[in-house]
């Protein structure tokens, strides 16, 4: 284990234990003087204006994403499920955007987002349909980045759904259609309760992933227009390298990791609280 352990704590633990520290400092990037500050960059954050909107508008993001990957995913996987044939070629299908690396997908995305000219906007235009504009309205921006993101990955969640559904005991739903359940019935007293460990499981791993959220609308938007889409992570990379102020940056950092934190420890809880129901 010795080399693993020695990798991880390289990474990992190295860079982490350096953002600690500087977190604590006034350290700039560049900059020679530096002080120890204590609390202080934890406390200018917290009560600064703009941390406060760019974690609502993360929240509001990340929730609004994953909420619809979850529901186009699982409806997703339950046609997949329901399929006799030609089910493989169809995941691979859907599985491609996720196999592009997102710097590439938010480019592509772009070109369709992009006002007046773009593919989106030619098409709605040669409709008779005057298009908003995407990129540049605060709300339509916001509606870009979680469709762009929901495009991206939820591939992921359909195929963990539906090989979820595979080890599906199919004797229950043989049973409930037996005893005369709707197919809205057996979705909701048979499928969901039986799934609700991998459910609870793969949101916990979408929502950590999507907290980190910072390429896709880095090309799109750039946090634009004005400060509507910008994340905590795109705040956290304009401190570090647009202002240099790399001590406030790593307590923003270590801020955003005590709230994903805590969003996995709920996570946990609700997981254990379903695998005792389960029991």
Not at 68 to 79: E, N, R
Not at 146 to 167: N, R
Not at 213 to 231: C, Q
Request: with cysteine.
């Amino acid at each position: 284990m010795a080399p693993s352990v020695a990798v991880m704590a390289l990474v990992l633990l190295y860079p982490f234990g350096s953002a600690l520290y500087y977190s604590f400092t006034n350290y700039y990037l560049g900059g020679t003087n530096t002080h120890f500050v204590g609390l202080d960059n934890y406390i200018a954050l917290l009560s600064e204006q703009r941390f406060w909107a760019d974690m609502l508008t993360t929240m509001m993001i990340v929730l609004c994403s994953v909420g619809l990957q979850f529901v186009v995913g699982l409806a997703m996987a339950l046609m997949l499920y329901a399929l006799s044939g030609g089910v493989r070629v169809i995941s691979l299908l859907n599985f491609l955007p996720h196999v592009v690396t997102p710097v590439v997908a938010g480019i592509f995305l772009k070109w369709m987002f992009v006002g007046r000219w773009g593919l989106l906007d030619a098409t709605l235009i040669a409709l008779g349909i005057f298009p908003p504009d995407w990129l540049g309205e605060p709300l339509w921006a916001k509606f870009s980045v979680i469709m762009a993101d929901t495009w991206k990955f939820m591939p992921f969640l359909m195929l963990v759904l539906y090989a979820g559904l595979q080890s599906f005991d199919t004797s229950l739903l043989e049973a409930a259609q037996i005893d005369g359940a709707t197919p809205w019935q057996r979705l909701r007293h048979v499928i969901l309760p039986m799934m609700k460990p991998l459910i609870l499981f793969v949101l916990a791993i979408r929502m950590m992933d999507a907290f980190r959220f910072f390429d896709i609308v880095y090309v799109l938007t750039n946090g634009g227009p004005g400060t509507a889409t910008e994340t905590i992570t795109l705040y956290t990379y304009q401190l570090a390298f647009r202002m240099l102020e790399i001590g406030r940056a790593s307590a923003l950092g270590v801020l955003t990791l005590l709230v994903v934190a805590g969003m996995i420890v709920g996570m946990i809880l609700l997981m254990q609280r379903g695998g005792r129901e389960a029991i």
